[in-house]
């Protein structure tokens, strides 16, 4: 039997890596995107109109191929932008010419700018739309080309990481306990797919998510953690989330679960997904 397969957008580092990595582990060949392709390469990073920054983050496509080939995996490497559908929908095709389509789709990816930790009356007007292409619109023409192979296959899944700003109101202003509007946007837009697609398709082989990570403590939350003077210790490892994931896509437990919002760090816990983290 061919190995089973997934596509998990913004697998360069952090979350997207880990669920990559913990499939790999779990037998599958992986597909990867993000803008971010050989390591040091130089992207913006900015998260407010106060900051601009653009320093390179650790991690790219091309050590997330490392890692999953050292598992005995086989990877595809699709460079890509959530903002650009051209090469948006390159990379959908892509997969539909060499590996036919995949059994997983995981909407990891996001977009990062102005916004996502500006107040209100500080956030550009025109951030709204990118963070509502990147977590909405792309995410949509990614499924509608992946998802008819899995219908005509009878089994499939797909995954969104999503975030409490989605469905939460926020504890106080952004960066006091809080986050940007546009960041909220983003993410809310995202957050019906999963519940939509679970309506149309549970009783059609397909599974679907939305896993809530909580604080992760990623590649780029260690740089933004140092900025901010934030405790970077409180944050689960990336590995947890995906050990979470790979459960979820293999266990007899997760095919029950189908269509619900998953909060990642109790879930884990509460079973003993990742040992070395308590």
């Known amino acids: 039997m061919p190995n089973p397969t997934a596509f998990i957008t913004g697998a360069s580092r952090g979350i997207g890596k880990a669920i990559a990595v913990?499939?790999?582990?779990?037998?599958?060949?992986?597909?990867?995107?993000?803008?971010?392709?050989?390591?040091g390469e130089s992207r913006e990073n900015t998260l407010s109109v106060h900051k601009s920054d653009t320093r390179p983050v650790p991690g790219s496509l091309t050590e997330t191929a490392q890692e999953i080939e050292a598992k005995g995996g086989k990877c595809l490497v699709l460079p890509m932008d959530l903002l650009d559908q051209g090469s948006v929908g390159a990379a959908g095709q892509a997969i539909l010419e060499r590996w036919g389509g995949v059994d997983v789709l995981v909407h990891n990816g996001r977009y990062i700018g102005p916004g996502l930790m500006d107040t209100f009356l500080d956030t550009p007007t025109d951030a709204y739309a990118k963070f509502f292409e990147a977590h909405c619109v792309s995410p949509i023409v990614l499924t509608k080309m992946l998802l008819p192979g899995m219908l005509e296959r009878g089994r499939g899944a797909v995954v969104t990481t999503t975030s409490n700003a989605a469905y939460e109101p926020p504890a106080g202003p952004a960066g006091q306990g809080g986050w940007g509007l546009g960041y909220a946007v983003g993410k809310a837009s995202g957050h019906p797919l999963a519940w939509v697609l679970n309506a149309e398709f549970k009783d059609k082989g397909i599974r679907t998510y939305n896993v809530q990570p909580?604080?992760?403590?990623?590649?780029?939350?260690?740089?933004?953690?140092?900025?901010?003077?934030?405790?970077?210790?409180?944050?689960?490892?990336?590995?947890?989330?995906?050990?979470?994931?790979?459960?979820?896509?293999?266990?007899?437990?997760?095919a029950s679960l189908s269509g619900e919002t998953i909060q990642a760090q109790a879930f884990c816990l509460e079973r003993d997904l990742h040992p070395s983290w308590k």
């Open 214 to 254: 909580g604080f992760v403590a990623t590649e780029r939350n260690h740089m933004v953690a140092k900025d901010v003077a934030r405790d970077i210790s409180m944050g689960a490892p990336p590995a947890a989330i995906g050990a979470v994931v790979a459960y979820l896509l293999t266990s007899d437990e997760g």
């Open 22 to 39: 913990a499939l790999a582990g779990k037998g599958f060949d992986v597909a990867i995107s993000a803008r971010t392709v050989n390591p």
